[in-house]
């Protein structure tokens, strides 16, 4: 196989090959809104099972969405990267049946390191967190034998 000449179309191509093994965000009901090279914007309804004790959406499912966005952001270029290190700062509840929009978009890639910052708000309310994580690419592509990566 060969690199797609169009970022866009290896940056979407990336994305479908994460997602068809990416079983911790289907069984989580979150879904692609668009992908783009160093950008991903996932949406996740908060359903009655993710709220804890205070009827609010945990906060670790905040940051699986924020940090599946942040992956799927940084594998876009058919490198496979991992995090290296994120933080979270949570800024409002997100409750249930509110639909979650996590914005992901680089900042800074140089080498085989990265900085990105993904914004989670309510669709159609407020701010719910910030989200920064830096990654770390590591040997092999997200498609296996593609070349000139």
């Given at each position: ?6 970022p ?11 997602w ?24 996740m309804?908060?359903?009655p099972d ?6 609010i959406?945990?906060?670790g499912?905040?940051f ?5 966005a ?9 490198q ?11 800024l ?5 049946g ?14 085989r390191t990265?900085?990105?910052d ?10 719910v ?21």
């Amino acid at each position: 196989m060969t690199v797609p000449s169009d970022p866009q179309a290896l940056a979407e191509q990336a994305a479908e090959a994460m997602w068809s093994r990416d079983r911790a965000a289907q069984t989580l009901g979150m879904s692609r809104v668009s992908i783009a090279p160093g950008q991903a914007t996932l949406q996740m309804v908060v359903r009655p099972d993710m709220t804890n004790g205070h009827h609010i959406c945990h906060g670790g499912l905040i940051f699986t969405l924020a940090d599946t966005a942040f992956a799927y952001a940084c594998n876009s270029y058919n490198q496979t990267t991992v995090a290296s290190g994120c933080n979270i700062d949570f800024l409002a509840p997100a409750r249930e049946g509110d639909t979650l929009e996590a914005v992901a978009i680089e900042r800074s890639a140089a080498g085989r390191t990265g900085v990105y910052d993904v914004d989670v708000r309510v669709v159609g309310g407020g701010a719910v967190a910030l989200f920064r994580g830096k990654s770390y690419r590591i040997k092999g592509e997200v498609i296996a034998g593609l070349q000139g990566t």
